[in-house]
């Protein structure tokens, strides 16, 4: 079974740049996660999808993040504009059907540097 | 509010060593939570998960943790460690009122030779 695929796996950036990370879950897992993880902290969840619906977005910044998930599959989490604050790992996870008890699997990451 | 804490940001041990890492949650409702491990480069996978029942969870790579609710504490437990151990630890939990994965801060963990 084919993991949670993301892209690209490093990013690096002027700041006021606008940037795009792209992930595609598993297959047939509804639900679907975008994580900030900044350095020598946890991961931090910015938002969360249940198909190509928003089940929780309160820690995105959406004066500058925004995030998409159409057709309920791949999922596109832009930054426009960067600032270097923003400068982290961005994970993507997805799961079978968001219940708190449903394991979470994660991609590998993307590694932003804004400088 | 849900928080996760985890005591220490850094553990070295010596291989074959036993280790433990420590995690404590804040919360006034049950909880479900979890121990996941990032080895350099990759993305977090899970380790073991407690839900209910049986406090001792044994997970995978030999690990297990013990619930403790009067102490609101989910320890990280391996008797003996190997160089393929090393990596990043992150405990994390849910509350029964939020639907939100809330992780602590990691702990490192590096096994000496």
């Known amino acids: 079974e084919a993991g949670v695929a993301q892209s690209p796996r490093y990013k690096i950036i002027e700041k006021r740049q606008s940037v795009a990370f792209w992930c595609n879950p598993i297959?047939?897992?509804?639900?679907l996660y975008w994580y900030q993880q900044i350095l020598g902290q946890g991961p931090k969840l910015l938002i969360q999808f249940q198909n190509n619906g928003v089940v929780d977005d309160s820690q995105l910044p959406k004066d500058r993040f925004s995030a998409e998930r159409l057709k309920g599959v791949d999922s596109t989490l832009k930054i426009q504009p960067a600032k270097l604050e923003d400068s982290a790992v961005y994970l993507c996870a997805s799961s079978g059907q968001g219940m708190v008890t449903d394991t979470q699997y994660f991609g590998p990451g993307t590694r932003l540097t804004v400088l | 509010a849900q928080s996760v804490t985890q005591l220490d940001s850094q553990v070295p041990v010596f291989e074959e060593a036993p280790v433990e890492l420590r995690c404590n949650y804040s919360s006034s409702v049950s909880v479900y939570l979890f121990w996941y491990v990032q080895y350099p480069n990759q993305g977090l996978q899970l380790l073991l998960k407690y839900l209910s029942g049986s406090t001792l969870v044994k997970g995978i790579n030999g690990f297990e943790a013990e619930f403790n609710k009067s102490q609101t504490s989910f320890h990280l437990r391996k008797p003996s460690v190997h160089i393929i151990d090393t990596a990043e630890y992150f405990c994390a939990a849910h509350s029964q009122g939020a639907q939100k994965l809330v992780f602590g801060q990691g702990t490192r963990l590096t096994i000496n030779p």
């Open positions: 297959s047939g897992h509804a639900t």
